[in-house]
């Protein structure tokens, strides 16, 4: 059973700085991994989409990088802002042909807070 | 233009009541999920629809029981709700070919059964 593990559970730094948010998975055998921000009491909304043999995505100031073998996911953004305070959450689904390519599986999310 | 939505956006209600949500997407997707995120934030996949055909369905009480009118969308009935069926449910959408199964999620329904 896939499970997904986001660290840290929260973060707080200062406007300007970059930052990486970590998220893991244990079985490797993922179809892609998709990065989502969910602001409070709001949906989420698709920021980066890295398919399993890719190695990185980049969106203005997020880059995303895979690396499927460790189980190893990373997001990073640089020169943070206080806009970019959300929950961010990370989640991929299996590699197991047709329909399990949309069944994903969630990581409880980083709080990141940026403040001015 | 709201490239998913979901009615209601907020749901209170009675134990044993029972009540829908529903949602619609024009992104031409042909696949969409239902998921719920409880108090503690996680997230669950509940159901998906591919071209109105039922393809993922997880353990879920029957109590729930999704529908599918079309592709564009997909309603959520619940019957006899319970003080645990209180969280926010989320639909979201997907395609193969437009999105590389790539998801879009609506706004969310926050339930409270009280």
């Known amino acids: 059973k896939q499970e997904v593990t986001q660290i840290p559970a929260a973060l707080s730094v200062p406007e300007g700085e970059n930052l990486v948010l970590n998220c893991s998975f244990t079985?490797?055998?993922?179809?892609?991994l998709q990065w989502f921000r969910q602001d409070p009491g709001k949906g989420l909304t698709s920021l980066l989409l890295?398919?399993?043999?890719?190695r990185e995505q980049t969106s203005g100031r997020l880059n995303a990088s895979l690396d499927k073998s460790s189980g190893r996911s990373t997001l990073y953004i640089a020169a943070s802002q206080p806009g970019d305070s959300a929950t961010y959450l990370c989640?991929?689904?299996?590699?197991?042909?047709?329909?399990?390519?949309?069944?994903?599986?969630f990581g409880q999310g980083t709080i990141l807070t940026v403040h001015p | 233009d709201t490239a998913v939505s979901q009615t209601p956006k907020y749901l209170v209600t009675q134990m044993g009541n029972d009540k829908s949500i529903k949602c619609e997407q024009n992104?031409?997707?042909?696949?969409m999920y239902w998921y719920k995120q409880d108090s503690k934030k996680f997230l669950k996949i509940m159901f998906s629809?591919?071209?109105?055909?039922?393809?993922i369905n997880e353990t879920v009480p029957n109590r729930f029981s999704p529908k599918s009118p079309d592709k564009a969308h997909l309603n959520l009935h619940i019957n006899s709700l319970e003080l645990g069926d209180s969280a926010v449910y989320f639909c979201?959408?997907?395609?193969?070919?437009?999105?590389?199964?790539?998801?879009?999620f609506g706004p969310g329904t926050r339930l409270t059964v009280t």
């Open positions: 979201a959408s997907s395609s193969r070919l437009v999105s590389s199964y790539e998801q879009y």
């Open positions: 079985d490797s055998a993922i179809y892609n």
């Open positions: 890295i398919q399993s043999s890719q």
């Open positions: 989640a991929v689904p299996p590699n197991a042909g047709g329909t399990s390519y949309g069944k994903l599986t």
């Open positions: 992104l031409g997707h042909d696949t």
């Open positions: 629809y591919n071209n109105k055909e039922l393809i």
